[in-house]
T-cell receptor, first 114, second 114 residues
Framework: QKEVEQDPGPLSVPEGAIVSLNCTYS??????FMWYRQYSRKGPELLMY????GNKEDGRFTAQVDKSSKYISLFIRDSQPSDSATYLC??????????????FGKGTKLSVIP | DAGVTQSPTHLIKTRGQQVTLRCSPK?????VSWYQQALGQGPQFIFQ???????QRGNFPDRFSGHQFPNYSSELNVNALLLGDSALYLC?????????????FGPGTRLTVT
């Protein structure tokens, strides 16, 4: 079992739809959770980060973490064609040998159709 | 602020050759991490440099080595290239005191090994 599982998609939605992207993880040491957006042939861009269970909102984006279920989500409201990209979840531990590296999911490719 | 910069943008090498990739971190950042991203996969952690020392290493062979300079810039060296080393190589930098969870990525260097 991989440490971080993410459905690669592709996911295609109409403009204006609410998008839900998800990751599950198996390592209980993961304490910090991030979402990155990666456009084709570009580096990942940090969208959201959080370290506690619950919701964190930033504009049209909401990150949700459920540590008891080892499940994180990213919601995009009023999706736009410019949101079309690959979305990567990433996480890291708080201390110990794995505390400095980010562990990524495979990424979900999203297309928002005008 | 130029953000994280990497050079070169693209590189084509032959099996068995050696390659050096370069990274300049975002202004004010002192920690540099390197990741390998194969096509359709999430980034995989190679190693991280802090205070000119390798602080943590992922599951990569010794053919992968690095260096950090006093101005915080960094190099990634790969010896005895294999076809499987073809990937996008990403550099990420982190600000001081952030526990490295807030990593900002450069555009990457696309390496093709023939």
């Amino acid at each position: 079992q991989k440490e971080v599982e993410q459905d690669p998609g592709p996911l295609s939605v109409p403009e204006g739809a609410i998008v839900s992207l998800n990751c599950t993880y198996s390592n209980s040491a993961f304490q910090y959770f991030m979402w990155y957006r990666q456009y084709s042939r570009k580096g990942p861009e940090l969208l959201m980060y959080t370290y506690s269970s619950g919701n964190k909102e930033d504009g049209r984006f909401t990150a949700q973490v459920d540590k008891s279920s080892k499940y994180i989500s990213l919601f995009i409201r009023d999706s736009q064609p410019s949101d079309s990209a690959t979305y990567l979840c990433a996480m890291k531990g708080y201390s110990g040998a794995g505390s400095y590296q980010l562990t990524f999911g495979k990424g979900t490719k999203l297309s928002v159709i005008p | 602020d130029a953000g994280v910069t990497q050079s070169p943008t693209h590189l084509i090498k032959t099996r068995g050759q050696q390659v050096t990739l370069r990274c300049s971190p975002k202004s004010g950042h002192d920690t540099v991490s390197w990741y390998q991203q194969a096509l359709g996969q999430g980034p995989q952690f190679i190693f991280q440099y802090y205070e000119e020392e390798e602080r943590q290493r992922g599951n990569f062979p010794d053919r992968f080595s690095g260096h950090q300079f006093p101005n915080y810039s960094s190099e990634l060296n790969v010896n005895a290239l294999l076809l499987g080393d073809s990937a996008l190589y990403l550099c990420a930098s982190s600000p001081p005191g952030q526990g490295t969870y807030e990593q900002y990525f450069g555009p990457g260097t696309r390496l093709t090994v023939t």
